[in-house]
Antibody, heavy 121, light 111 residues
Framework: EVQLVESGGGLVQPGGSLRLSCAAS????????MNWVRQAPGKGLEWVSY????????YYADSVKGRFTISRDNAKNSLYLQMNSLRDEDTAVYYC??????????????WGQGTLVTVSS | QTVVTQEPSLTVSPGGTVTLTCASS?????????PNWFQQKPGQAPRALIY???NKHSWTPARFSGSLLGGKAALTLSGVQPEDEAEYYC???????????FGTGTKVTVL
């Protein structure tokens, strides 16, 4: 069974930092690209970042570029999101989401349950 | 800034049919945007329903179908069940440095 379990969320002051983790199991993690997607309270989904299976390709949404860093450790079956210079508008539930296998076309299939990040003084 | 627009809300009777659409600010949506559809119920993570316009995941109920309709991606729910009441999001692929954009979401009420 595919499982994605996020951790590391919490309350942080504006300008602070936080590191999110996503533990993957039930599939060959090193074969899949991964994404972070967030959802502000009462709002829609926003794609945040993408990392390819070998970490050779990385993309960020303009809203987080230069402040967030995505990374992965295939030996530990883990995905990370380092978030620096946090702003009030970064408050959201952050989801780890698996990218489709390449031959299925771009998209996302499995999602974690999310971890809440609250940026507030 | 690319915007992907969906109907804010739709209401359907149990057993009825409803079609949700997904439009791109850049122009007509084609299969090259690989439309994906997701269902999200309150307090839950999204669940994938459709990929590459019309393909169902192994867990997707048969009553859900995806297509292209009048320059938009579309999700049709046929024989709607009460448990289909949820928020639905589309996802379009634009390639390049910011490959994915989610739609604004459609709240489907079964009444």
């Amino acid at each position: 069974e595919v499982q994605l379990v996020e951790s590391g969320g919490g309350l942080v002051q504006p300008g602070g930092s936080l590191r999110l983790s996503c533990a993957a199991s039930g599939f060959t993690f090193s074969s899949y690209s991964m994404n972070w997607v967030r959802q502000a309270p009462g709002k829609g989904l926003e794609w945040v970042s993408y990392i390819s299976s070998s970490s050779s390709t990385i993309y960020y949404a303009d809203s987080v570029k230069g402040r967030f860093t995505i990374s992965r450790d295939n030996a530990k079956n883990s995905l990370y999101l380092q978030m620096n210079s946090l702003r009030d508008e970064d408050t959201a539930v952050y989801y780890c989401a698996r990218d489709n296998l390449q031959w299925l076309g771009p998209g996302v299939d499995y999602w974690g349950q999310g971890t809440l990040v609250t940026v507030s003084s | 800034q690319t915007v992907v627009t969906q109907e804010p809300s739709l209401t359907v009777s149990p057993g009825g049919t409803v079609t949700l659409t997904c439009a791109s600010s850049t122009g007509a949506v084609t299969s090259g945007y690989y439309p994906n559809w997701f269902q999200q119920k309150p307090g839950q993570a999204p669940r994938a329903l459709i990929y590459s316009t019309s393909n169902k995941h192994s867990w997707t109920p048969a009553r859900f179908s995806g297509s292209l309709l009048g320059g938009k991606a579309a999700l049709t729910l046929s024989g709607v069940q009460p448990e289909d009441e949820a928020e639905y999001y589309c996802l379009l692929y634009y390639g390049g440095a910011q490959p994915y954009v989610f739609g604004t979401g459609t709240k489907v009420t079964v009444l």
